[in-house]
């Protein structure tokens, strides 16, 4: 079991350097989940965290397809998408469990690679999902009030994801 696990962590040593030595980033923003509001709240902040970052490039690495649908409507920036299959997410977030091996890396998520036992917070004075991501995943000292993007389109999986702010 435990060499299975070692050589997912190899598969995503490799995944990191062909994704770096493609783009050599200065920040990547991973998004490891599917059809998940706290994807919904990272590009409703995205912005802000790039601003506070300062970075030249930046990439978002996501499986799920409407993340790239949906970047336009929430992020001014300039950044790039690169998508990767689940098993390569998994493998990514294996070999980070392993070693940090990089500050560029920030991962969209309150369970993965380490579940820090935030969402027990949710309802707690208040606490929201979007405090939690502001909090704990973009380290905002506040949670910035944000002009929710309108989608007049058509395409299904954008409107549903839309609707995440409502969650």
């Known amino acids: 079991m435990l060499e299975k696990e070692f050589i997912l962590a190899g598969e995503g040593k490799h995944c990191w350097e062909t994704v770096d ?10 998004f490891p989940h599917e059809k998940d509001s706290y994807n919904y709240y990272a590009l409703l902040h995205m912005d802000r965290y790039i601003t506070s970052k300062k970075p030249e490039k930046t990439m978002v690495l996501y499986s ?3 993340i790239e649908k949906a970047l336009p409507l929430f992020v001014s920036s300039t950044v790039g998408c690169r998508r990767l299959s689940p098993h390569e997410i998994d493998a990514l977030l294996k070999y980070y469990a392993l070693y940090e091996f990089t500050s560029r890396l920030t991962i969209i998520s309150l369970t993965r690679p380490y579940d820090t036992c935030g969402e027990n917070l949710i309802g ?6 979007e405090d939690l991501l ?4 973009y380290r905002f000292n506040e949670t910035p009030h944000t002009d929710v993007p ?3 389109g058509d395409d299904k999986d954008v409107i549903d994801f ?3 702010y409502y969650d």
């Open 21 to 30: 030595g493609e783009y050599n980033a200065d920040l990547y923003i991973l």
């Open 64 to 66: 799920d397809r409407v």
């Open 124 to 129: 707690v004075k208040g606490v929201t999902k």
């Open 134 to 137: 502001c909090f704990d995943i």
């Open 150 to 152: 309108v989608y007049n």
């Open 162 to 164: 839309m609707n995440c």
